[in-house]
């Protein structure tokens, strides 16, 4: 059984939505705590308009007081050239991040609200953000939201989502996510979407899946996408996130979940699961309250007492 990379969103997707402020420091020692539990890939901000999304003012901050061990991959949010620009920033004074999370949406409804383009608009912005990470040394990978279905649209048509990693790869993507952006995705649809995804960009384009857990099924669309051949998922600490653009989407499948579910099928992901379950007790301290992580609550399985005898 092939390993799998977990990519720990946590520190950004899993904390945009908060109400609450969430402390630079605790920002940073949140990451800290993914790099102790084995996590080698982190989005750790993104660059957006504070205005819109509160919680990630102070992202340059934030990138600032990360630990620099050279064997994580720094990622943040780009949904502009300025976005890029601010990533490639970063790198001028400190070590900054390493790559440009930039983002289109498989909607035009979905993709005017979230960043106010349609398909065709983000089309061109993509090729623009992506050549010029690419330029600056940073490497730049492209999520497609709202590829499973659209909270104004319905259904987003599986050949849309396909063509979009296709004109993505051509304009020099290193590596393709599909997100199930509102958690409306079901295994026979993921499996399927990343199946042909592989048939058109070939079997060895990198290949991700950034799964919501709105309706419960995140873990097992996971596995649908794992027997497609993905090897790259997106996860977050308690499983914590959500959309603010888009009405009821639920948290991030967490990376708890993931963990144990990859582990006790016989997958490697680099992941001490033990660490993943003190980092949840230790973050819901800072966020007061339980993360919705099942596995966070439940812990690993382990046999606790005798059984009960007639």
């Not at 048939?199 to 794992?226: I, Q």
């Amino acid at each position: 059984m092939e390993p799998v990379t977990l990519f720990e969103v946590g520190p950004r997707d899993g904390l945009q939505n908060e109400p609450e402020t969430v402390a630079m420091a605790d920002k940073v020692a949140l990451v800290a705590r993914a790099i102790d539990y084995g996590a080698r890939r982190i989005e750790v901000g993104s660059f957006v308009n504070p205005r819109r999304v509160p919680q990630m003012a102070g992202t340059e901050d934030v990138i600032a007081g990360l630990p620099d061990d050279p064997a994580v991959r720094y990622t943040a949010l780009c949904l502009n050239v300025r976005g890029v620009e601010r990533a490639i920033a970063t790198r001028e004074t400190g070590r900054g991040v390493d790559e440009a999370g930039c983002v289109i949406v498989a909607s035009d409804t979905f993709g005017v609200a979230n960043q106010g383009q349609t398909i065709a608009d983000g089309i061109a912005a993509n090729r623009a953000m992506i050549a010029l990470a690419k330029s600056a040394g940073l490497k730049a990978q492209v999520t497609i939201g709202a590829a499973f279905g659209c909270p104004f649209e319905g259904p987003t048509p599986q050949d849309r989502v396909l063509d979009i990693a296709e004109a993505m790869a051509e304009a020099g993507a290193e590596e393709i996510a599909f997100a199930d952006t509102i958690g409306v995705g079901v295994p026979p649809q993921v499996g399927e979407t990343v199946a042909r995804a592989f048939e058109r960009l070939g079997n060895t384009f990198p290949l991700r899946v950034h799964l919501h857990d709105t309706r419960g099924l995140a873990a097992a669309n996971a596995w649908a996408a794992y027997l497609a051949g993905c090897r790259t998922f997106d996860s977050a600490l308690g499983g914590l996130g959500g959309c603010p653009f888009a009405p009821k989407a639920a948290g991030n499948v967490a990376t708890e979940e993931l963990a144990y579910m990859f582990a006790r099928s016989g997958i490697a992901t680099g992941v001490d699961l033990d660490a993943v379950l003190a980092a949840n007790a230790w973050f819901e301290t800072v966020m007061g309250r339980p993360l919705p992580s099942r596995v966070g609550r439940a812990g690993d399985f382990t046999i606790t007492r005798e059984p009960v005898r007639a």
